[in-house]
């Protein structure tokens, strides 16, 4: 038996990787009857078969899952944003961050293309609601550095609506890549590639990474009713004043005596990360505990 981590999954194949070799393996099908299927990011133990063949007998216990992209254990979400062509909506940031949270994962708000746009008020938003944030370009190689020592020794997930540069910044981390780059189509403002497939790549800096599709695969499956329950604690700069509303039960959205609206009036909280969880909130609100 060796012990690994799956890289890659493709075509009903894991590829484990024992830290000698991959090994091609196929699953035990007593996790279909389990209803669990091993996914990328998961530690796992293997039977070794010759050929550098193998079968997948026991999957460790998981720290995290998302469901799209389907991966495990992530220890932080790296969430690539842009100002420039194409500009992300601070809302698709602040959805993926409350999923993240509620995992259990560290967030890092990454904005690419300061070479083309600072990005100042989006930096400031996030500066200001206590969560980590990196200013980078890929192009010129502005904080890449501070990049590589956020991710050095955690398993980072990327992920980022298409065109913001994923790939050219997993290419800047480690040369060694050569992604294939999208190009972003100046009508549409948006991509025209985007991965295929989840794959966890270690780089020459010591990080593993993972290169994941956009912001569009964190749909309606992660967004459930633990998320509901638990949604004023997915923003971490609502936590100093969750305990100073006047009413027990309060929803954090239009109450009298609510001491999060009241720290969005006086600035303490950024206005549009409030917003966010309005949005959020209205978006989750159809979710009954009997559908659970």
């Not at 790296?78 to 999923?99: E, G, K, M, N």
């Not at 638990?230 to 309060?250: D, I, M, Q, V």
Request: aromatic share 8%; hydrophobic share 35%.
């Amino acid at each position: 038996m060796s012990r690994g981590r799956i890289q890659k999954a493709l075509s009903g194949f894991y590829y484990v990787n024992t830290g000698t070799q991959l090994l091609q393996c196929r699953a035990r099908g007593k996790f279909r009857k389990e209803g669990l299927s091993p996914l990328v990011g998961d530690w796992v133990e293997v039977q070794e078969l010759p050929g550098g063949q193998g079968y997948v007998e026991r999957i460790e216990p998981r720290k995290n899952q998302f469901a799209r992209p389907a991966v495990a254990n992530i220890d932080q979400l790296v969430i690539i944003a842009s100002h420039a062509i194409p500009q992300t909506d601070p809302y698709l940031i602040d959805r993926v961050s409350a999923i993240a949270v509620l995992k259990g994962c560290e967030v890092l708000v990454c904005i690419n293309k300061t070479d083309l746009d600072p990005a100042d008020d989006l930096y400031e938003i996030y500066r200001s609601a206590g969560l980590p944030v990196l200013r980078v370009s890929a192009e010129s190689g502005e904080g890449i550095n501070q990049l590589t020592e956020a991710i050095d020794g955690k398993l980072s997930a990327f992920t980022g609506n298409s065109g913001v540069g994923k790939s050219s910044i997993l290419n800047a981390l480690d040369p060694e890549f050569h992604l294939q780059v999208g190009e972003v189509s100046q009508a549409l403002g948006r991509g025209r590639h985007t991965t295929r497939h989840v794959e966890l790549y270690h780089l020459g800096c010591g990080a593993d990474v993972v290169d994941s599709p956009g912001f569009s695969s964190f749909d309606s499956d992660e967004l459930n009713l633990e998320l509901k329950q638990e949604l004023p604690n997915t923003f971490p700069e609502f936590a100093p004043y969750l305990e100073h509303c006047r009413f027990t039960g309060c929803s954090h959205t239009k109450e009298k005596g609510c001491a999060v609206l009241e720290a969005v009036r006086e600035g303490k909280v950024p206005k549009s990360r409030h917003e966010s969880y309005l949005r959020l909130y209205e978006e989750l609100k159809p979710l009954k505990e009997w559908e659970k």
